[in-house]
T-cell receptor, first 114, second 113 residues
């Protein structure tokens, strides 16, 4: 079954404690991205990756890091989380441009930073 | 400033009637427009899309209309069913901007039996 898997689904952490949210896809997609969803703002892109070792900033990259060492994995790293990073996070993957524009999303990670 | 806007945060319709969800955008360089549907505790799922060179795309009960001169698109659901109750996100994509999806704020649709 084609899917994007995020872990953990729920996370409560304290300010300043480094954390990583993992994302893995089994569709051999080149393109992967991270979004955060906040009320009234929809989904905003944090970082994206066009392929292995190729990453770039989205709309709201401050406070986040990513890496793309393998095609299937795209972890999101918060080096020093702050309360304003409390949000619902989604990882997505999609085929290359021209082969389909729809993105496949993971089930989400609800992060609370206290 | 948001490039894609959904001005109605919620919409309520009766089962069997038409649901019309609206979306406005400001960037005339968008190549594709998409609608995603999201149920609670799940990720968004792709529903329907339309190329910027078309004005209508239909898939079963779902039709998307694009008015480029007004920078406006709409999603029509006919007939609406209770299972359509979800949050609907309008999104746009520009291939020159690295395949990035730009989302609207979402509209919560409630279909009453």
């Amino acid at each position: 079954e084609a899917q994007v898997t995020q872990n953990p689904r729920y996370l409560i952490t304290v300010t300043g404690k480094k954390l990583t949210v993992t994302c893995s896809q089994n569709m051999n997609h080149e393109y992967m991205s991270w979004y955060r969803q906040d009320p009234g703002l929809g989904l905003r892109q944090i970082y994206y990756s066009m392929n292995v070792e190729v990453t770039d900033k989205g709309d709201v990259p401050e406070g986040y890091k990513v890496s793309r060492k393998e095609k299937r994995n795209f972890p999101l790293i918060l080096e020093s989380p702050s309360p304003n990073q409390t949000s619902l996070y989604f990882c997505a993957s999609s085929p290359p441009q021209g082969l389909g524009t729809e993105a496949f999303f993971g089930q989400g990670t609800r992060l609370t930073v206290v | 400033d948001q490039q894609v806007k959904q001005n109605s945060p919620s919409l309520s319709v009766q089962e069997g009637r038409i649901s019309i969800l609206n979306c406005d955008y400001t960037n005339s360089m968008f190549d594709y427009f998409l609608w995603y549907k999201k149920y609670p505790a799940e990720g968004p799922t792709f529903l329907i899309s339309i190329s910027s060179i078309k004005d209508k795309n239909e898939d079963g009960r779902f039709t998307v209309f694009l008015n480029k001169s007004a920078k406006h698109l709409s999603l029509h659901i006919v007939p609406s069913q209770p299972g359509d109750s979800a949050v609907y996100f309008c999104a746009a994509i520009s291939y020159n901007a690295g395949n990035m999806l730009t989302f609207g704020g979402g509209t919560r649709l409630m279909v009453k039996p």
